[in-house]
C-alpha cells in the first residue's frame, strides 16, 4: 500500500475518530446501567437532527469566529428569519421548497446586514453584534403582534427535520461550502485573512468585502437551520434580554473539534463530525437520566477540557520533537 493510502486512510480515521468513539463509550455505559435505547432508532433520528440543526450554527460562526469576528446575533437571526420568513410561506400557501427560500431569503438580509454594519462602522464586532441582535430580537416582538409564528399541521412545508430531506439540503450546503472555501479566489483570501490579516489586508485583500460576504453565508446557513428548527417543533416565539443568545451555546464544541480534526480533513467535515460527537453527548446525558442543569454543567466542562487540551496540543508536539532529538544524540554518543 502505498504512502498516499496510507495517509488518506489516517486521515480518515482520525476525522471519524471522535463521534465513533463517542457512540461507543455512550452505547456501552447505556446498556451496562440499564438504560438499552441508545443510538437506536428514533433515538438516532434525534442524534442525526440535532448532528445537522446545531452543525449548521456552528459552520455559520466558523467562517467569522477565526477572524476575531464573534457574532452574537446567530440566535436573533434564526429567530427572525424564521418568524418573518415562516408567516410569509404560510401566508402565501407556499410549499416546502417556498417556506426554505423564504426563510434563507430572511436570514441572508439579515446577515448581509450586520456584516455592513461591521464594516461600516467601524466598532468592535461584539459590540455591533450585541446591538444587532437587541434590534432583531425588537423586530421579531413586534412582527405578527409578538406571536411568534406557528406552523403546527404544515406537513407539506415541515419537511426539514426529517429524513432524508434534512440530510440533502446540509450535504448540498457543504458541498458547496467545500468547493467555494477551498477552490476559489474567496476561499484563498478568507484562508489568508484568517492566517494573518494585516499580511493580508497588505498585499491587497479586500478584508472588508470578504467579512460582508461570510456573514451573508453565515446567514444562508442559519436560515437552514431555523427551517430545521420549525419543522422539529412546529412552532417558534421570539425572544428579548438577549435570550436568543441560547439558540449558539451548542456551537462551541462542535467548532474547537472541528478545529482540530481540520488538519486531517476539511473545515466543514470536521465541523460536522464535532457536532456529531455533541449529538451523541447529549443523547447519552438524556437517556442516563441527568437533568438539565447537570448536563448544562457536564457539556461545560467537557467543552473547557478540549479547550484546554487544543491549546496545549502544541505543547505534545515539542516534547516529542524534543524526545526525538534526544534518541538520535543518544544513538550518535553510541556509535562514537
Given at each position: 500500500?502505498?504512502?498516499?493510502?496510507?495517509?488518506?486512510?489516517?486521515?480518515?480515521?482520525?476525522?471519524?475518530?471522535?463521534?465513533?468513539?463517542?457512540?461507543?463509550?455512550?452505547?456501552?455505559?447505556?446498556?451496562?446501567?440499564?438504560?438499552?435505547?441508545?443510538?437506536?432508532?428514533?433515538?438516532?433520528?434525534?442524534?442525526?437532527?440535532?448532528?445537522?440543526?446545531?452543525?449548521?450554527?456552528a459552520l455559520a460562526m466558523s467562517y467569522n469566529l477565526p477572524s476575531g469576528r464573534f457574532d452574537f446575533s446567530?440566535?436573533?437571526?434564526?429567530?427572525?428569519?424564521?418568524?418573518?420568513?415562516?408567516?410569509f410561506a404560510k401566508d402565501m400557501g407556499f410549499g416546502a421548497l417556498g417556506f426554505l427560500v423564504s426563510v434563507v431569503v430572511i436570514a441572508m438580509i439579515c446577515g448581509l446586514i450586520s456584516g455592513l454594519l461591521y464594516v461600516l462602522l467601524g466598532l468592535p464586532p461584539m459590540v455591533v453584534s450585541i446591538g444587532v441582535t437587541m434590534v432583531y430580537e425588537a423586530i421579531g416582538l413586534m412582527y405578527n403582534k409578538s406571536k411568534g409564528v406557528k406552523l403546527i399541521g404544515k406537513n407539506d412545508m415541515l419537511i426539514f427535520s426529517k429524513l432524508p430531506?434534512?440530510?440533502?439540503?446540509?450535504?448540498?450546503a457543504v458541498a458547496v461550502l467545500i468547493v467555494l472555501f477551498n477552490f476559489t479566489k474567496f476561499g484563498y483570501n478568507w484562508r489568508a485573512l484568517r492566517s494573518g490579516q494585516k499580511i493580508a489586508v497588505d498585499i491587497g485583500i479586500n478584508e472588508?468585502?470578504?467579512?460582508?460576504?461570510?456573514?451573508?453565508?453565515a446567514g444562508v446557513l442559519l436560515g437552514i437551520a431555523a427551517c430545521m428548527y420549525l419543522s422539529q417543533y412546529g412552532t417558534m416565539s421570539p425572544e428579548s434580554g438577549l435570550g436568543s443568545s441560547s439558540f449558539f451555546?451548542?456551537?462551541?464544541?462542535?467548532?474547537?473539534?472541528?478545529?482540530?480534526?481540520?488538519?486531517?480533513?476539511?473545515?466543514?467535515?470536521g465541523v460536522l463530525m464535532g457536532a456529531l460527537a455533541q449529538a451523541c453527548i447529549t443523547s447519552g446525558f438524556a437517556k442516563l437520566g441527568f437533568s438539565n442543569s447537570l448536563q448544562t454543567v457536564l457539556n461545560g466542562v467537557i467543552v473547557?477540557?478540549?479547550?484546554?487540551?487544543?491549546?496545549?496540543?502544541?505543547?505534545?508536539?515539542?516534547?516529542?520533537?524534543?524526545?526525538?532529538?534526544?534518541?538520535?544524540?543518544?544513538?550518535?554518543?553510541?556509535?562514537?
Open positions: 500500500m502505498g504512502s498516499l493510502a496510507k495517509k488518506g486512510i489516517k486521515n480518515i480515521m482520525m476525522t471519524l475518530a471522535i463521534p465513533v468513539l463517542t457512540y461507543l463509550f455512550f452505547r456501552i455505559v447505556c446498556t451496562l446501567t440499564g438504560h438499552p435505547g441508545f443510538g437506536v432508532g428514533s433515538d438516532m433520528q434525534t442524534i442525526i437532527y440535532t448532528t445537522l440543526y446545531s452543525g449548521l450554527i446567530v440566535g436573533a437571526t434564526i429567530l427572525l428569519a424564521g418568524i418573518v420568513g415562516g408567516n430531506y434534512s440530510l440533502i439540503v446540509v450535504l448540498i472588508k468585502r470578504n467579512a460582508v460576504a461570510c456573514y451573508v453565508i451555546m451548542s456551537a462551541f464544541l462542535p467548532l474547537f473539534i472541528g478545529g482540530a480534526i481540520e488538519k486531517y480533513s476539511d473545515k466543514n467535515i473547557m477540557g478540549f479547550l484546554i487540551y487544543t491549546s496545549n496540543s502544541y505543547k505534545l508536539v515539542l516534547n516529542k520533537m524534543y524526545r526525538h532529538k534526544l534518541e538520535k544524540a543518544l544513538e550518535a554518543q553510541k556509535q562514537v
